[in-house]
């Protein structure tokens, strides 16, 4: 697929993965609705860089675990663009919580995960549907993570919200053929704020991995937009990790 004019939402497109996916959208010469929950500032930087560059983006708010938001954001969306070619489903959200610390995990923390990992990107995909379907294609990328495949991550409901979205992927991939194409990009450590005040525990990991670096979220970006352009695939869960789960 042709991402140039195609019209891309970009759930958390404020920071890390979510800006570089944007960023790199837009470099390809797609029109960008840049989405954010409470980061308003950072998702207008992210129209700024890209308007700065030549290229079309807004900003538009909407708490992705709330079904009516979700469907008044893809409206707006349609309302300036027209309608919506591509989704990338990238917002999620994490609780640090050591993995054998069972007792903290409260009901509230395992509803909050999933309601914005799982059902976020399922309200998402479900309200870009019909318009990919009106034009007989369209492309959705979810960003699941190696503690779905692992089940180690940065707290047990965080590994299995991801494991679902990978889940989610393949359930939705058969759903919307054969018109929408759903395929799954799985990072392993990545660069991002995620890592803010952990910064040398990520730097102590890099030399242990078979490529001895940390990805970036230009190289997630740059897989994201490679899945995007590829026609002869969907349902796939792609881990770009350096290496990390070898």
């Given at each position: 697929m042709d991402l140039k004019d195609k019209a891309a939402l970009v759930t958390g497109g404020g920071t890390g993965i979510g800006r570089a996916a944007s960023l790199a959208l837009a470099k390809k010469g797609a029109v960008v609705i840049a989405n954010?929950?409470?980061?308003?500032?950072?998702?207008?930087?992210?129209v700024r860089l890209i308007h700065s560059e030549g290229g079309r983006a807004i900003a538009i708010q909407a708490d992705v675990s709330q079904e009516q938001e979700v469907r008044a954001m893809v409206d707006a969306a349609?309302?300036?663009?027209?309608?919506?070619?591509?989704?990338?489903?990238?917002?999620?959200?994490?609780?640090?919580?050591?993995?054998?610390?069972?007792?903290?995990?409260?009901?509230?923390?395992?509803?909050?995960?999933?309601?914005?990992n799982v059902k976020g990107m399922f309200y998402c995909a479900r309200a870009v549907a019909p318009y990919m379907k009106k034009q007989q294609q369209g492309a959705i990328i979810n960003l699941g993570s190696i503690a779905g495949q692992t089940g180690l991550g940065s707290s047990?409901?965080?590994?299995?919200?991801?494991?679902?979205?990978?889940?989610?992927?393949?359930?939705?991939?058969?759903?919307l053929a054969p018109d929408i194409r759903?395929?799954?990009?799985?990072?392993?450590?990545?660069?991002?704020?995620?890592?803010?005040g952990r910064e040398e525990q990520m730097n102590l990991l890099a030399p242990h991995l078979p490529l001895q670096r940390i990805s970036t979220p230009e190289d997630i970006?740059?897989?994201?937009?490679?899945?995007?352009?590829?026609?002869?695939?969907?349902?796939?869960?792609?881990?770009?990790?350096c290496g990390q789960t070898l």
């Open positions: 954010y929950s409470r980061s308003a500032a950072d998702a207008e930087e992210t349609v309302q300036h663009f027209g309608t919506v070619d591509l989704l990338v489903n990238n917002a999620s959200i994490t609780r640090h919580i050591p993995m054998e610390d069972l007792e903290s995990v409260t009901g509230d923390i395992w509803d909050a995960l999933f309601d914005v047990l409901p965080y590994a299995v919200s991801k494991a679902a979205v990978h889940g989610l992927t393949k359930s939705l991939a058969r759903a759903v395929n799954c990009i799985v990072p392993g450590a990545v660069a991002t704020r995620w890592w803010e970006a740059a897989m994201i937009n490679a899945t995007l352009e590829q026609e002869a695939m969907t349902g796939q869960i792609i881990t770009v990790d």
